[in-house]
T-cell receptor
Framework: NAGVMQNPRHLVRRRGQEARLRCSPMKGHSHVYWYRQLPEEGLKFMVYLQKENIIDESGMPKERFSAEFPKEGPSILRIQQVVRGDSAAYFC??????????????FGPGTRLTVL | AQSVTQLGSHVSVSEGALVLLRCNYSSSVPPYLFWYVQYPNQGLQLLLKYTSAATLVKGINGFEAEFKKSETSFHLTKPSAHMSDAAEYFCAVSSNDYKLSFGAGTTVTVRA
């Protein structure tokens, strides 16, 4: 019973390149959440998606960042024209039913993005 | 708005000694509180959660936490540390929605 899968685990990009982070939720989970952890800080909520829908993107930077969760395939967090400040660990979580604190979010191991 | 402060970014304990990790929260509504653990190269795993039932919450691996409204605290304890408890621990708060707000984390090392 595989948990939440994220790939790549480590990603190095040069300034101006694009970064694509993938998240496969646990089997049977249709809700995905992305969090970002900057150095020396806690995880910060970015976006909440259901299949083919963005429910809440209030934590996403207004520019260069986008997320999707297509009907088939993993959820993708895309960062265009990366800058050094985007260097962080990006965590994906998934849950079974609609967003609520009662529904445990299961976390993936994260993707460590380094921007040179 | 809600937030969490974890006191102490690093805690070192001897094997068999008490583990105490401190967490204080702020929330404009009755909070839901969580402790997560992260082992190296793994995702966050839920240790325990408080959802307004009993104030003393028991979790996995012998951990427990007590919700104290008057102190706005949710400290995590384990009576006797084991080498396998070496990990990073995160306290989180939510106001009954899906947005978890995390503390900066506390790294626990266990000395033999």
């Amino acid at each position: 019973n595989a948990g939440v899968m994220q790939n790549p685990r480590h990603l190095v990009r040069r300034r101006g390149q694009e970064a694509r982070l993938r998240c496969s939720p646990m089997k049977g989970h249709s809700h995905v959440y992305w969090y970002r952890q900057l150095p020396e800080e806690g995880l910060k909520f970015m976006v909440y998606l259901q299949k083919e829908n963005i429910i809440d993107e209030s934590g996403m930077p207004k520019e260069r960042f986008s997320a999707e969760f297509p009907k088939e395939g993993p959820s993708i967090l895309r960062i265009q024209q990366v800058v050094r400040g985007d260097s962080a660990a990006y965590f994906c979580a998934s849950s079974t039913t609609s967003g609520s604190s009662y529904n445990e979010q299961f976390f993936g191991p994260g993707t460590r993005l380094t921007v040179l | 708005a809600q937030s969490v402060t974890q006191l102490g970014s690093h805690v070192s304990v001897s094997e068999g000694a008490l583990v105490l990790l401190r967490c204080n929260y702020s929330s404009s509504v009755p909070p839901y509180l969580f402790w997560y653990v992260q082992y190296p190269n793994q995702g966050l795993q839920l240790l325990l959660k408080y959802t307004s039932a009993a104030t003393l919450v028991k979790g996995i691996n012998g951990f427990e936490a007590e919700f104290k409204k008057s102190e706005t605290s949710f400290h995590l304890t384990k009576p006797s540390a084991h080498m396998s408890d070496a990990a990073e621990y995160f306290c989180a708060v939510s106001s009954n929605d899906y947005k978890l707000s995390f503390g900066a984390g506390t790294t626990v090392t266990v000395r033999a």
